[in-house]
């Protein structure tokens, strides 16, 4: 079985040719991308200006003609790199050897010609004035406070701060000797690149392809596949184009959830004051700059279906501002452990595949005491490291290279795209513990507590503490009781062991303590998502 690609063939690509990692899991999904930034860079898309062949649309999906009928064509998005904005937000607090004679110079003339357009009333000062909206912008500083400034990023609470990624080439610029910002604006691209993908390293591109290739797929097929694998789908939500219409107003609401003012100000500041340096990096609103998104999985549709409606119930939740930005990063993260686990289960072993989805991740008690139930965690997260590893090793995968080309490919594929990936991202968002040397098992803690429930529960809805782990099996692989555990240990072709009935009492006592459980027995209890629906 061959690693088909969405949205178009790319067995051509360079990637796709010499990384086995990149042609099983899409282009890309990588160490270093934070959780931040792949929210950060699925919201990128999200609010971009897109293309699919000769069709330009700025909704933030592709109409639902568009993606019945899209085919083998690359999707293409201008995104605002705000450069300006970030100069202005971010360089009094970045390292004084990041700081470039041009970036200072530039930076003084755009704090000046703010303040010569500026009318402050009473006995207001400009400088002031000018010092709190800096301090403002800085306050939404998202991923990489110790890099460059331009490296950086926005919390993505408006829609003028979903900002792409640019780097800073400082040895270019020591070799040309530069001076002021005028002297590298006409070769700008000289000397900062948007193209280089090293923080937004596209792990963002694939959740988007992944969501536009499950909208895509027939009612029927959805409908079928949600009452075989019983994962507790309300009945519109199994109609992808209801789904499509939800998300594409949901999604935009959540990036104009801010005061348009904050906006307006951002924009102000990145394309007025100093218009030249936007249209450099972004181009116009009539001829913007397009770049070219990656590709996932074509099998991914079904992970993509899950993540869409985790996505819609997180939007549709009546919570926090900051609070669903933060629940959408981790949920982001715990979809890229999910596509990796679930297109290794695919490949890694297809004639003793477990039920699905695919694998099984034995959770355990953060304070968990008893040997028999840690030994069997820390195996489960043992065994998904092997999965990985055997499926970037699999039949279907084909490199056009020689052995020793081949041990590297394999050796980095290892290092920074698939095993490691899953543990490292997996320790980042507390579901994997200790962060540091060994018997790793799985834990949760209660911030992705809340995010499963609020994922796996409908808004405003009550489901029994049995089909809430019945659902937590059927869309993450975790598994809390002894029942479960004995499943995890047949995934692995271990032996059944004999475990305690109160091995998932931990869990009950967890999200009592956060107001999620209504007990009604000894023996039944409600798991209720309180979160009522509408922002």
């Keep these: ?49 897109k293309r699919v062949g000769d069709l330009a649309f700025d909704t933030a999906l592709p109409p639902i003609d568009t993606l019945m009928s899209w085919k083998d064509a690359v999707l293409k998005y201008a995104p605002k790199s705000r450069v300006n904005l970030k100069l202005f937000s971010f360089l009094g607090a970045s390292r004084l050897d990041s700081r470039h004679i041009t970036h200072r110079e530039h ?21 002031d004035v000018v010092h709190t909206l800096a301090n403002l912008f800085l306050g939404f500083q998202g991923a990489g406070s110790g890099r460059t400034w331009c490296a950086q990023s926005f919390l993505p609470v408006s829609r003028g701060l979903v900002a792409g990624e640019t780097i800073w080439k400082e040895s270019r610029a020591r070799a040309g000797r530069l001076k002021t910002w005028d002297d590298l604006l ?21 959740l988007y392809l992944q969501v536009c290739n499950a909208l895509r797929q027939p009612a029927e097929v959805i409908r079928q596949w949600a009452k075989e694998t019983h994962i507790g789908l309300l009945g519109e939500e199994r109609d992808p184009a209801w789904l499509h219409g939800e998300l594409e107003r949901e999604l935009n609401g959540i990036v104009d959830l801010c005061p348009a003012t ?54 549709k939740a009546s919570i926090d501002m900051i609070d669903r930005l933060y629940l959408l990063e981790t949920a982001c993260s715990m979809h890229v452990l999910r596509s990796i686990a679930m297109q290794s289960a695919r490949y890694g072993r297809p004639d003793h595949q477990a039920a699905w989805p695919g694998y099984r991740l034995a959770v355990s008690d ?48 290892d290092k920074r795209y698939a095993g490691k990936l899953f543990v490292g991202l997996a320790k980042r968002i507390g579901l994997l513990a200790p962060r540091r040397g060994a018997g790793a098992r799985f834990v949760l803690n209660e911030h992705l507590m809340r995010l499963l429930v609020a994922t796996v ?41 004999y475990l305690p009935d109160n091995a998932d009492a931990w869990l009950q006592d967890m999200l009592e303590a956060a107001g999620l459980l209504i007990r009604l027995s000894d023996s039944c209890a409600l798991v209720e998502n309180p979160a009522g629906a509408g922002n």
Excluded at 186 to 206: D, I, N, T
């Design 366 to 413: 953060p304070q968990e005491k008893r040997p028999a139930i840690k030994r069997i965690s820390h195996q489960t997260a043992r065994n998904i490291e092997k999965q990985i590893y055997q499926a970037i090793r699999s039949d279907a995968i084909e490199l056009l290279q020689s052995e020793d080309e081949l041990k590297d490919s394999l050796r980095e594929a």
């Design 262 to 315: 904050l906006t307006d100000i951002a924009k102000f500041i990145d394309q007025k004051i100093e218009p030249e340096t936007s249209e450099k990096t972004d181009g116009t609103e009539q001829n913007p700059h397009y770049v070219a998104a990656g590709w996932c999985p074509l099998l991914s549709w079904q992970e993509g279906y899950l993540f869409a409606v985790d996505i819609l119930r997180l939007c």
């Design 107 to 127: 930076h003084r003339e755009l704090l000046d010609t703010l303040m010569s357009r500026m009318v402050v009333s009473g006995s207001g000062n400009k400088d």
């Design 1 to 49: 079985m061959p690693c088909e690609t969405f949205p178009y063939d790319a067995r051509d690509e360079r990637p796709y040719k010499s990384n086995p990692a990149i042609q099983l899991f899409g282009n890309r999904l990588f160490i270093d991308q934070t959780p931040t930034e792949l929210l950060v860079e699925f919201l990128l898309l999200v609010t971009s200006k």
């Design 457 to 497: 529960v409908p808004v405003g809805q009550r489901i029994t503490f049995d089909t809430f782990k019945q659902y937590l099996e059927l869309h993450h692989g975790l598994v809390f009781d002894a029942d479960g555990f004995n499943r995890a240990n047949g995934w692995m072709d271990d032996n059944a062991v």
């Design 186 to 206: 006409p070769s700008f691209s000289k000397y900062f690149s948007s193209g280089q993908h090293l923080f937004l390293a596209r792990g963002g591109e694939v």
